[in-house]
Every structure is written in C-alpha cells, then in structure tokens.
C-alpha cells in the first residue's frame, strides 16, 4: 500500500514564501506523475501542479511563475516550492501519486496567507 505525507504548510505573510513536502512510502512500482492540489472552504479542489515521471511540469495559470513543482527521486519526495504567496493561496493542499494501477492522495496540509 502507499503512503504519502504532507508536510511543511503553516501560517505566512503575503509575499512570503513556502515549501511543502510529500513523502511518499509503500508499495511503488511505476509512478506515472505526482500533483499538488488545494481546497479552500466552500470550493472545489483544483490542480495546481504535475510533474511526470520523466520531470515535465504543468501549472494552473493562477500560480505559474510562482510555484515550482519537483521531485527527490532518491528520497522519494515531492516538493511544491511557493513564492509571492497571496491571500487567496490560503487552502489545504494534498499531494497526489498516480500510477498504472491506482492513485493515492495525502491527508492535506493547512496553507494560510495573511497580514
């Protein structure tokens, strides 16, 4: 079975930055991409950035520039390095694993950005 922990969310300025972890542990045999995602109350959970197996990365428009999405392969770690934090960054963010047989989410890690 696989496991993925966040980890490193916390209460930040605006303008100040972030970075996140996932660690990821268990049963891995192919990982196709790993994600981040957020939710704000009363929203839906939105995509915020991939990285596939082989290292291309995707953004949503509205943290590209910002955000950089990377990964430890040694360490099995994912990480979401976040810069130019606004207030409306302020969710819980949930790491993803997908593979050829499953997917796997985290159990979230609280982001507030606020004066």
């Known amino acids: 079975q696989v496991q993925l922990v966040e980890s490193g969310g916390g209460l930040v300025q605006p303008g100040g930055s972030l970075r996140l972890s996932c660690a990821v542990s268990?049963?891995?045999?192919?990982?196709?991409?790993n994600y981040w995602y957020r939710q704000a109350p009363g929203k839906m959970r939105e995509f915020i950035a991939g990285?596939?197996?082989?290292?291309?990365?995707n953004y949503a428009d509205s943290v590209r520039g910002r955000f950089t999405i990377s990964r430890d392969n040694a360490k099995n770690i994912v990480y979401l390095q976040m810069n130019s934090l606004k207030p409306e960054d302020t969710a819980v963010y949930y790491c993803?694993?997908?593979?050829?047989?499953?997917?796997?989410w985290g159990q979230g890690t609280q982001v507030t950005v606020s004066s």
């Open positions: 990285i596939t197996r082989g290292g291309t990365t």
């Open positions: 268990g049963s891995i045999f192919s990982t196709y991409a």
């Open positions: 993803k694993l997908t593979m050829a047989t499953l997917s796997a």
